[in-house]
């Protein structure tokens, strides 16, 4: 289980974690049962930056520069399936076609488009959160947003024979998925108290749907498609601590 940590870790971040011991692809796709660990681990270090930048920054610039910095920690991989996705399922017809498009190195209109909205999404959310929870939803953002990609994993099959996000998909069983939720959820307890059930269950609900829009067109998910799925989720997520909690 060590080794699945330490792969989390490696994958989902920009550390430099060394090559775990026990380089099999079981241990590897197994590794989602510790993705919203290692979201902790990542909105730690955002509270840490929201921290020490507010002493000598204005509010908004502090804000804008925490999406940076998730962006620069997770070195971008899931905004990269996001704008993948956008191109494919916005452009693209039948399956076949839409894999095609998504697996395309280039980006499209599509797909900078669902970036600039993402991004600034989550500054608007952001600066609109209450000084007294915003570091609770910086920690709550990215263990939940991680969630919500090992449930979408759970969920369906792999729309392709190959690739990354197959690993993940044919590993991913009820095990790593009560794992999962029991650390997210303590997590959210944690933060908001039994009101984090309200969020957790939004973000069920939303993530169901997504996920199932989604294999409905490509019978199933890929990387590109768990990566979006992040990140709609973390919007998702401060949407709903900001209507739940702010009043």
Known sequence: ????????????????????????????????TFF??????????????NFLLSYFLPHRVVNFLLVISLIILTRG???????????GFLVGGQKDEILKIMRDTRIGTFGITALFL???????????????????????????????????????PAARGDGLGKIFIDNTK???????????????????????????????????????FMSKRISGMTGDTLGAITELSEVWILLSILVLFSH
Not at 185 to 206: E, K, P, Q, R, V
């Open 1 to 32: 289980m060590i080794n699945s940590f330490f792969h989390a870790l490696k994958f989902l971040t920009i550390f430099p974690i060394p090559e775990p011991k026990g380089q099999d692809l079981k241990s590897l796709g197994r590794s989602t």
């Open 36 to 49: 919203p660990l290692v979201g902790l681990l990542l909105g730690l270090i955002l509270v840490a930056f």
């Open 77 to 87: 991989i899931h905004l990269d399936g996001l704008a993948d996705s956008a191109d």
């Open 118 to 156: 993402i991004l600034f999404l989550k500054f608007l959310l952001l600066d609109s959160l209450p000084n007294e929870i915003k570091n609770f939803a910086l920690i709550t953002m990215p263990s939940l947003g991680r969630w919500s990609t090992v449930y979408a994993a759970f969920l369906y």
């Open 174 to 212: 009820s095990f790593e998925l009560f794992v999962a939720s029991s650390i997210s959820l303590l997590i959210g307890i944690i933060c908001f108290g039994y009101g984090s059930i309200h969020i957790f269950a939004s973000l069920l609900l939303f993530t169901t749907v997504i996920s199932h």
